[in-house]
């Protein structure tokens, strides 16, 4: 029997395998440019070049992809499930007398602990309000949640998915070790920042520290230092105590992915996505800090979960803790705010596809979600009203537009604002596959994805704009794209000195999607034309692949080089055990300033209850005779950049030892301790 090769079969098979080699050819085009431009100085021009190829890549992955669905069919099928049924979902609006009741309750109680807290001082009780701010929570969800709402059935969900959960469940576990494996030591360095967050929960469990409600060190909400207290407060004052909550926040985000990910796009895709930020190194290492930017990709992640299961299931429990989750991110990092910003424009961009609609059946949720958001973040929300300054400290010294960074840029570079903006973008925008990281938070030489993995990067991410166009695929890729664009230009291009991963972190989400996603089009397209083309196994190879690189990269390459935290830092976690060993007995003299002080975080944090002090002024012969405790040993500790006074300590005290630290990476000189016996007269 003969085929017609005018059958729309294979015109369609062939219209699939010319877009396929199209896009694999941008794809691969782009990938050799990026690693060309990788080896090259940052300073030359950015691979403009890659960024077009993949461009038209993608362009060919979404007509190909068009082209071999079959449009009518497919546009009704979309309609009927619940991918396309973001936002088209009705909650009915049942209320009682009771319900009301609540409500006017929750809103009372809110309005009370509005007006309590600002009588309140630093040393007052905090649980009452507290409790008070917790029952108004629950009072209003007694208010809005119906009984007949929609829940999880868990059992049913396992029983039908035992081969996903199982799966999911072995990257939890697979994430979690390669986040909590050795934590106290890797990275060997702790830094500042996080040893400063850790001196604020210590003072929480002094209770020096009371109020939740305010904000802190560097105008971090306080309520952060609250969750890792409970940590030290178990294990004490150690480096794994400070930093596991943050692993566990880590790999709870890796499980959230998944299921934001299944409810769009499928188990297979969520599996995938799962296992690339499970084993990625840049979300692997915030996960190993003891610091709270990584609850930044965890609260949106969250949130967008819930949110998107009350979209699809008719759920008022699902726009409930949305609206929640949202409004507890105001409590953590600065960055956790992008929470309802991304929010927003997704719900905006379904309302703009079918505005009567989308109101008119979502209205009921929306106001839930608002509501419980407004309640939940209206302590904070009251602070940054009352001290603005505060609230918005971090943001006005690192955005470019409060600090007044960008108005002083244009008269130093002499250029225009258009021109520096430009290069705040694409600094921002290429952090992935052109330039490093600035900071020492991380450190990395090279960009945050390698050549190959940020070639299908960007094209996973132009491919998802580009499909924002399209009514049908466009809901599926929306939070994703949002949220990407969104980060990289209000936690990049709107800030100082891009790229600083710290503030990049909630982007490491929506990157292992968009790699995971430019590859399953590519091999949905590949089947059009090749149908027996082991796709499971190629994905399986991709991933292994990812997981290899990315975790070579952090253990094996990275990890030694101890670049993250600083040199200040490194060398205070390196002689605090000596300290530690010495300080019952000894007064520790620092010889830093103005580079150093003892009051340097690492330093009280690691070696707390020390009798220290600064020596800020040049030393100078002779020595002060009262400057050495009676019957007490002493110890000086002189960094590199006022060594020459050593000398003076030498001369001064002759029966003293010296004891020079070297760095075990490069050989560099840290400090130089120079023991003073107690005997010495």
Known sequence: MSIDENSPFLIQKREAFVWLLTSLAGLLAGIWFLGQARDQSVQNTPPYIAVLLLLLSALALWFGRRAAMPVAANREELRTTSIYALGFAALSEV??????????????????????????????????????????????????????????????KLSENRWAFGALFLIASIALIVRAWQIETIPFTLGGDEASQGLEALRVLNGDLRNPFTTGWLGVPTMSFFFNSLSLNWMGSTITALRLPWAL???????????????????????????????????????????????????????????????????????????????????????????????????????????RDFWQKNRVGILIMVGVFLIVAAPMMQYALRYPGEFNARLNQVGIIQSGWLVNEVEVRGTSMLSILWDQFQRAALAFNYYPDRTVWYGLTEPLLDPIFGGFFLLGLLYGTIQLFDRQTGPRVAPFVAWWWGGMLLGGMLTESPPSSQRLITLAVPVCFFIAYALWELLLLAQQTFRRLPATLLLIIFLFMFAFTSLTTYFVEYTPQRRYGGHNAEMATQIAPMLNAQKADRRFYFVGAPWMYWGFATLPYLVPNADAQDLEEPLQHPLDPALLPANKAATFLVIPPRQAELTILQQAYPQGKTTEIFSPVDGRLMVTLFDVPAAFE
Do not use: E
């Open 95 to 156: 209320t009682f007398s009771w319900r009301l009741l609540a409500l006017f309750a929750a809103v009372g109680l809110s309005i009370f602990t509005l007006w309590q807290i600002p009588q309140l001082t630093a040393t007052d009780n905090y649980t009452a309000v507290t409790l008070t701010w917790l029952a108004a929570f629950l009072l209003f969800a007694l208010a809005v949640l119906h009984p007949r709402d929609h829940l999880i059935d868990w059992r049913g």
């Open 249 to 355: 926040i880590g790999t709870a985000t890796v499980v959230a992915t998944f299921f934001l990910v299944q409810q769009l796009h499928g188990t297979k895709l969520a599996l995938a996505t799962a296992v690339l930020l499970a084993t990625y190194h840049y979300h692997i290492h915030y996960s190993r800090l003891g610091s709270n930017q990584v609850a930044d990709p965890f609260f949106l992640t969250c949130a967008l979960v819930c949110m998107v299961y009350g979209l699809q299931k008719q759920s008022r429990l699902g726009w409930l803790l949305a609206g929640a989750i949202a409004g507890l991110a105001f409590y953590f990092y600065a960055g956790a705010r992008l929470t309802p910003v991304v929010m927003t424009a997704v719900l905006g961009y379904l309302f703009i596809l079918s505005p």
